[in-house]
């Protein structure tokens, strides 16, 4: 069964840091493109950034400077850094993952991410 698993959300002022954790299991998600997307309340589901299997990274320009993502294939994880933290990124935060598909196919369940002013 395969499984995506955040962590490390929380409460954090702003300018504030975070790392947001997502453990795959199931299978192996060396190939995989992984991404990571946000949900604010009222607000519909937006992209943050995502890494390909290749370790290519993309950003959404609201993060971009602000935000890296990195992944450790060994153990199937892969990890959103969040600087310099505005309480407008305050949202749900998930992780998904996708194999030569367009759609994303996995999600996590997301972690909650709170900053505030």
């Known amino acids: 069964q395969v499984r995506l698993v955040e962590s490390g959300g929380g409460l954090v002022q702003a300018g504030g840091s975070l790392r947001l954790s997502c453990a795959a299991s199931?299978?192996?998600?060396?190939?995989?493109?992984l991404g990571w997307f946000r949900q604010a309340a009222r607000k519909e589901r937006e992209f943050v950034g995502g890494?390909?299997?290749?370790?290519?990274?993309t950003f959404a320009d609201s993060v971009k400077g602000r935000f890296t993502i990195s992944r450790d294939s060994a153990k199937n994880t892969v990890f959103l850094q969040m600087n310099s933290l505005k309480p407008e990124d305050t949202a749900i935060y998930y992780c998904?993952?996708?194999?030569?598909?367009?759609?994303?196919?996995?999600w996590g369940q997301g972690t909650q991410v709170t900053v505030s002013s």
């Open positions: 998904a993952a996708k194999y030569r598909s367009n759609e994303y196919e996995y």
């Open positions: 890494i390909s299997w290749s370790g290519i990274t």
């Open positions: 199931g299978r192996t998600f060396s190939l995989d493109d």
